[in-house]
């Protein structure tokens, strides 16, 4: 078991060989390899890593605002597209435990950039974010601690934004949405999700919402399970590929064929704010894990 920290990132490596990379800015998990040097996570060679603009890949951490707010008159309506937490630099606070081999990072105003903090009700926000990397033979858990340490109440979104790598996204499967309640970004229209399985073949964003906790996804790659995602806390979870089109347009997406290797599946509270009180904390956490047996938890016969 290791923790190795440079001035950008940190590196957790386990007793079985296993590892995770972590880049201060943002936070952002960029590589969780297995002890087979199995990569679990897509990252873009074009990702800008120096701090200039939001990590595409791995797991960029979006708060307080999912997508860019539609309501004028909601604190978070001036920030950009995910908010800043994407964008600011974290603060590493070491190792907390041996086994998981999992460290901490901490965000505060104080590390945010003074201009995108005063955009969000207009500054008068205070918070502690304390995110928890948690290493194991064959997962990995990603816990978020929000706590409003000011003195008002205050309205966020959250989103583990997570990117899978998959040999083919025409080959994958996503199990375990049959009956969620489903709002299609493509269509702007919202339905229940009838579909037994999830099949890729077209630009895809969807947000699942109020989905059962007990309901595992499970992408799963011409009869094998390659990764199951766990929510603790969570009840929403989008479905994201952008496909050619949309790959073609965003300039740090590469290589453009790059759809055809990643899928997007991404635990978050972005049905709805979640308010949280003065003093209160608010904790959720999503958990990758790498294989299983395939799980059908709805009834497709209904």
């Known amino acids: 078991m290791s923790v190795e920290e440079t001035e950008t990132e940190v590196l957790l490596t386990h007793k079985n060989g296993s590892t995770v990379r972590i880049l201060k800015f943002g936070a952002n998990v960029?590589?969780?390899?297995?002890?087979?040097?199995?990569?679990?996570?897509?990252?873009?060679?074009?990702?800008?890593?120096?701090?200039?603009?939001?990590?595409r890949g791995g797991i960029p951490l979006v708060f307080p605002v999912f997508g860019k707010s539609k309501d004028p008159d909601h604190p978070t309506f001036p920030l950009p597209q995910h908010g800043f937490a994407r964008n600011s630099h974290w603060e590493f606070l070491g190792q907390t435990t041996e086994s998981p081999l999992a460290v901490q990072f901490g965000l505060g105003p104080e590390n945010v950039d003074p201009e995108s903090l005063k955009l969000w009700d207009k500054g008068q926000n205070d918070f502690?974010?304390?995110?928890?990397?948690?290493?194991?033979?064959?997962?990995?858990?990603?816990?978020?601690?929000?706590?409003?340490?000011?003195?008002?109440?205050?309205?966020?979104?959250?989103?583990?934004?997570?990117?899978?790598?998959v040999p083919d996204i025409t080959d994958v499967l996503v199990t375990n949405f049959t009956d969620?309640?489903?709002?299609?970004?493509?269509?702007?229209?919202?339905?229940?999700?009838?579909?037994?399985?999830?099949?890729?073949?077209?630009?895809?964003?969807?947000?699942?919402?109020?989905?059962?906790?007990?309901?595992?996804?499970?992408?799963?790659?011409?009869?094998?399970?390659?990764?199951?995602?766990?929510?603790?806390?969570?009840?929403?979870?989008?479905v994201w590929n952008p496909w050619i089109k949309k790959s073609e347009g965003m300039g740090d997406f590469?290589?453009?064929?790059?759809?055809?290797?990643?899928?997007?599946?991404?635990?978050?509270?972005?049905?709805d704010f979640y308010k949280?009180?003065?003093?209160?904390?608010?904790?959720?956490?999503?958990?990758?894990?790498?294989?299983?047996?395939?799980?059908?938890?709805?009834?497709?016969?209904?």
């Not at 390899?33 to 873009?44: G, V």
């Not at 948690?134 to 109440?153: C, F, M, P, Q, Y």
Request: aromatic share 8%; proline share 2%.
């Open 30 to 55: 960029l590589s969780w390899q297995l002890a087979d040097k199995t990569e679990k996570l897509w990252l873009s060679t074009a990702a800008k890593l120096d701090g200039s603009k939001a990590v």
């Open 128 to 165: 502690t974010l304390i995110l928890t990397v948690a290493l194991d033979e064959e997962s990995l858990k990603t816990t978020i601690d929000v706590e409003n340490t000011g003195k008002h109440d205050f309205e966020f979104n959250w989103l583990f934004h997570t990117y899978n790598r």
């Open 180 to 238: 969620a309640k489903c709002y299609d970004q493509l269509l702007a229209e919202e339905y229940s999700e009838k579909a037994p399985i999830i099949s890729f073949h077209e630009e895809f964003d969807r947000i699942y919402k109020d989905v059962e906790q007990h309901k595992i996804a499970q992408i799963v790659d011409k009869g094998k399970v390659l990764t199951e995602v766990h929510r603790e806390n969570l009840p929403d979870c989008v």
């Open 254 to 271: 590469e290589p453009k064929s790059g759809y055809h290797n990643m899928l997007c599946i991404e635990p978050g509270h972005v049905g």
């Open 276 to 302: 949280l009180a003065s003093g209160k904390k608010w904790t959720a956490s999503q958990e990758l894990v790498s294989g299983g047996e395939i799980k059908v938890q709805t009834n497709i016969f209904s």
